[in-house]
């Protein structure tokens, strides 16, 4: 199995240098019926040539055939995604089904972006999802996604080579900490730690917002009406950020994205924050490194992280485009590859280095009778000690997100003063919220 996916991935690479747009082959289906399905790709290599080598394998499937249709992948680069989708939207060639995270579904599904899928996929399937997936797929009764995995972030990761040259020998616990290990760890050809870049600090940063106890949801209240952001727990954080900037402990500019551990694992950097596929970055592309990589949770405000929520959780699955043709066709497409047999899965989560999590009780039950996924640290720790405690990634607007980030950029960038910014900030949210801007929580029943 490995190295047919080692295959398809260098396959998949090829085909994703030639432009944003990439399809699978050409059609040797005949006559039968094209089912679009969309997904950007992802950093793990892995994860477009398991699906590659699913979706060829139900085209060939009886299923499909007495269908009397196939699945049509492509793979659209995110930066020219809208760009894309516009075009052949022009042309009716839009995806049918389009693979997105769940915090960009419940929003939409409002307003009709989205087809609700209870009615073409069994009762089972979602009897079957983990509560916590429950709760956020779920608006008003119906499910508009259906989940493929979860992942959560951010996780300390370091290198304990580093470590032991300064004589730490445990992670940090709080900010405090984070910013004094920088600091030890800090060398002229070594960063104490890898900072988030500026285009995605808006989401990165959920997984700090996620530690905010005095918080409803997030930078907002439960029914979104009112901002919080003017206190003591972003002082602090703000604070943290701008010092390790001001200090020069972490590069001006990001060396990489935050979706990927390649400063971490060539040692360019002593720290780094990351999500739960970092781990498998390095167990896939960096596997003389792993005896030397640590993992923790993020640190907190105060130093307690046993039981706390340290981090965001994130997650990918499939919808349906609100105007499908062939609802039915999509249904039964995405029953069988994501809520039918639990070795599609289990397979998929061993290719990616235990770094991806089940979203299925069915699944995790699965995983529970692997030794492989039972015996693996990262795996273990990540049930353990992340899991149990993350909070599902907000689903208001971007636009408020993106906001915050740019505040954190003016403090760490521009060196503006942090009560300045985040007063500035509270009346900017708040002014947003007053005018509709988040839309409305679609977890609370109208």
């Given amino acids: 199995m490995t190295k047919k996916i080692s295959a398809i991935a260098a396959g998949i690479m090829l085909a994703l240098s030639c432009g944003s747009f990439a399809a699978c082959g050409t059609n040797e289906y005949g006559d039968r019926t094209p089912v679009r399905l969309w997904s950007h790709p992802f950093t793990e290599t892995e994860t477009q ?12 499937s009886e299923t499909a055939e007495a269908g009397n249709y196939y699945i049509d992948l492509s793979w659209v680069a995110e930066d020219a995604w809208e760009q894309t989708l516009t075009a052949a939207q022009g042309t009716g060639t839009q995806p049918e089904i389009t693979v997105l995270n769940y915090a960009k579904v419940a929003l939409n599904s409002t307003l009709g972006y989205y087809t609700a899928l209870d009615d073409y996929m069994s009762e089972s399937c979602f009897d079957d999802l983990l509560p916590a997936i429950e709760e956020v797929t779920n ?11 979860v992942e ?19 992670a940090p616990s709080s900010w405090a900490e984070l910013y004094e290990y920088a ?4 060398k002229s050809d070594r960063y104490g730690i890898a900072m988030p870049n500026v285009n995605q600090l808006g989401w990165v940063m959920w997984g700090f917002q996620a530690q905010d ?21 972003h002082r602090e954080l703000f604070t943290m950020f701008k010092k390790i900037y001001d200090d020069g402990l972490t590069p001006k500019v990001a060396l990489s994205s935050y979706n990927e551990i390649k400063p971490l694992a060539q040692g360019r950097v002593a720290m780094a924050l990351g999500g739960s596929w970092s781990i ?9 490194e792993l005896d030397d990589i640590g993992y923790a949770v993020c640190p907190t405000i105060d130093g307690v992280t046993e039981g706390k929520t340290t981090a965001a959780m994130g997650g990918w699955g499939m919808a349906v485009d609100g105007l499908a043709k062939h609802p039915e066709e999509c249904g039964e497409f995405i029953e069988w590859l994501l809520g039918g047999d639990t070795a599609h899965l289990t397979e998929f989560m061993s290719e990616l280095g235990y770094s991806k999590f089940a979203a299925r009780k ?9 030794a492989e996924a039972q015996n693996d640290p990262f795996y273990t720790f990540v049930s353990d000690k992340v899991l149990p405690y993350s909070k599902a990634e907000p689903a208001y607007e971007w636009e408020i997100s993106k906001k915050y980030a740019d505040a954190l950029d003016s403090v760490t960038t521009l060196k503006q003063s942090v009560a300045t910014v985040l007063g500035n900030l509270q009346n900017t ?18």
């Fill in 280 to 288: 498998g970055q390095i167990k896939n592309n960096y596997p003389q």
């Fill in 49 to 60: 040539a398991w699906l590659e080598e699913k979706v060829d394998a139900f085209n060939r």
């Fill in 139 to 149: 608006v008003n009764g119906s499910h508009y996604i259906y989940p493929w995995f």
């Fill in 362 to 370: 069915s699944v995790e039950g699965a995983l529970a009778g692997i």
């Fill in 183 to 186: 600091r030890k760890l800090n």
């Fill in 429 to 446: 949210l708040q002014g947003l919220v007053d005018a509709g801007g988040a839309g409305e929580n679609p977890f609370i029943a109208k």
């Fill in 152 to 170: 959560p972030y951010s996780i300390l990761f370091y290198r304990k080579s580093a470590f032991a040259e300064v004589g730490l020998t445990e």
């Fill in 213 to 233: 106890e005095s918080s409803d949801y997030f930078l907002l209240n439960e029914d979104w009406t009112q901002a919080n952001v003017n206190t003591e727990f």
